[in-house]
C-alpha cells in the first residue's frame, strides 16, 4: 500500500489510561482540504448529520447518512462502536466525537476522528462500501514481549486476529474477540477485530487481511498493538481490555 502509515507509542501508562473510560481522541486526520465556512449550507447539514448519527448509531452500534443537496452540499457520516461497548458508552463516545470533530477540522469538508470506544467520519462524496485505506494509523504498547520468543509471539498474534477475522466477516455485526492461550507461559493475548458495517463481508476480509499485514511494521513483537482505520480495526494485548458484559 502506497501510504504511510501514523505510528503512535504508548508508554506503560497506556494500561492504565485504558481501564477509565477514556474520553480523548486517539487520532484524527482531515482528510479532505476542501474547506467549508461557518452557517453555510454545508456547515448546517453536517450538523444535523452529527446529531442524526449521534441518535442512529447507539441501538445497534453504527449509524450512517447524508443530507442536502448533491453535489456541494451533500455530507456523507458514518460512525461506528467497538462491538462491545453499551448504547449509553456509544451514545457517549459519538456526541463527544461529533463535538470534537468539528474543532479539530473546523473547515475540512471531510474527516475522521477515533476514540477507543467509537468513531466518527464524514465526506462531501459518497464513501459508503468501498474500503478505506487512506485514513489509517497503528499504535502501540512500547514494550517487547520477554516471555515468548517474539517471532514465536507475532505468529501466535497474527494466527489469532487471522481466525478473529474469518469470523467476524461471515457475522452481521462484523465484530468478533478471542484468546490465545499460551500455555507454557500460563499468559493469554486478547484480540478483536471489527469491520463498519458498509462494507461487504468479503472486502471486510480485504480490509482486515490488510491491517493483519502491518502489523510487523509496527508492532513486531510488541505486547500490544492497533491498527485502526476508516473500515476495519484490529487490536490485540496481553491484558484483557474488552468489556466483559
Ligand atoms: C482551506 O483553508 C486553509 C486555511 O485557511 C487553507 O490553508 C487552504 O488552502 C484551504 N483549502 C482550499 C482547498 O481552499
Ligand atoms: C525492544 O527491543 C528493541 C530491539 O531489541 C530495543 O531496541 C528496544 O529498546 C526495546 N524496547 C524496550 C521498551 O525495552
Ligand atoms: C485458529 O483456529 C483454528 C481452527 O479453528 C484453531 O485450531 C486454532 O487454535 C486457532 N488459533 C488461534 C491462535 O486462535
Redesign the pocket.
Given at each position: 500500500m502506497a501510504y504511510k502509515l501514523s505510528i503512535i507509542v504508548s508508554l506503560i501508562s497506556f494500561l492504565f489510561i485504558q481501564s477509565a473510560l477514556s474520553i480523548d481522541p486517539l487520532f484524527h486526520i482531515c482528510f479532505n482540504s476542501q474547506n467549508f465556512t461557518t452557517n453555510t449550507v454545508y456547515d448546517k447539514n453536517l450538523r444535523k448529520l452529527l446529531t442524526s448519527l449521534s441518535y442512529k448509531t447507539p441501538p445497534t452500534g453504527f449509524g450512517l447518512g447524508s443530507i442536502g443537496q448533491y453535489p456541494h452540499d451533500r455530507p456523507y457520516g458514518l460512525s461506528l462502536c467497538r462491538g462491545d461497548v453499551s448504547r449509553k458508552d456509544c451514545k457517549t463516545c459519538v456526541v463527544e466525537a461529533s463535538s470534537e470533530i468539528l474543532k479539530l477540522c473546523p473547515n475540512n469538508k471531510g474527516a475522521i476522528v477515533w476514540y477507543d470506544s467509537c468513531f466518527l467520519k464524514y465526506n462531501d462524496i459518497d464513501f459508503f462500501g468501498k474500503i478505506d485505506y487512506q485514513n489509517r494509523f497503528a499504535m502501540l504498547n512500547v514494550n517487547n514481549v520477554s516471555m515468548i520468543e517474539p517471532q514465536k509471539f507475532n505468529q501466535?498474534v497474527k494466527?489469532?486476529l487471522?481466525?478473529l477475522s474469518k469470523k467476524a466477516c461471515q457475522k452481521s455485526k462484523m465484530f468478533a474477540k478471542?484468546e490465545?492461550e499460551m500455555e507454557e507461559y500460563s499468559k493469554k493475548i486478547y484480540g478483536m477485530v471489527q469491520c463498519s458495517r458498509d462494507v461487504s463481508g468479503v472486502d471486510c476480509k480485504k480490509c482486515l487481511d490488510d491491517a493483519i499485514s502491518e502489523l510487523p511494521s509496527c508492532c513486531d513483537g510488541k505486547q500490544g498493538g492497533r491498527v485502526v482505520g476508516g473500515s476495519c480495526n484490529i487490536r490485540y494485548e496481553i491484558y484483557p481490555f474488552l468489556n466483559l458484559h
Amino acid at each position: 500500500m502506497a501510504y504511510k502509515l501514523s505510528i503512535i507509542v504508548s508508554l506503560i501508562s497506556f494500561l492504565f489510561i485504558q481501564s477509565a473510560l477514556s474520553i480523548d481522541p486517539l487520532f484524527h486526520i482531515c482528510f479532505n482540504s476542501q474547506n467549508f465556512t461557518t452557517n453555510t449550507v454545508y456547515d448546517k447539514n453536517l450538523r444535523k448529520l452529527l446529531t442524526s448519527l449521534s441518535y442512529k448509531t447507539p441501538p445497534t452500534g453504527f449509524g450512517l447518512g447524508s443530507i442536502g443537496q448533491y453535489p456541494h452540499d451533500r455530507p456523507y457520516g458514518l460512525s461506528l462502536c467497538r462491538g462491545d461497548v453499551s448504547r449509553k458508552d456509544c451514545k457517549t463516545c459519538v456526541v463527544e466525537a461529533s463535538s470534537e470533530i468539528l474543532k479539530l477540522c473546523p473547515n475540512n469538508k471531510g474527516a475522521i476522528v477515533w476514540y477507543d470506544s467509537c468513531f466518527l467520519k464524514y465526506n462531501d462524496i459518497d464513501f459508503f462500501g468501498k474500503i478505506d485505506y487512506q485514513n489509517r494509523f497503528a499504535m502501540l504498547n512500547v514494550n517487547n514481549v520477554s516471555m515468548i520468543e517474539p517471532q514465536k509471539f507475532n505468529q501466535r498474534v497474527k494466527k489469532l486476529l487471522t481466525n478473529l477475522s474469518k469470523k467476524a466477516c461471515q457475522k452481521s455485526k462484523m465484530f468478533a474477540k478471542g484468546e490465545s492461550e499460551m500455555e507454557e507461559y500460563s499468559k493469554k493475548i486478547y484480540g478483536m477485530v471489527q469491520c463498519s458495517r458498509d462494507v461487504s463481508g468479503v472486502d471486510c476480509k480485504k480490509c482486515l487481511d490488510d491491517a493483519i499485514s502491518e502489523l510487523p511494521s509496527c508492532c513486531d513483537g510488541k505486547q500490544g498493538g492497533r491498527v485502526v482505520g476508516g473500515s476495519c480495526n484490529i487490536r490485540y494485548e496481553i491484558y484483557p481490555f474488552l468489556n466483559l458484559h
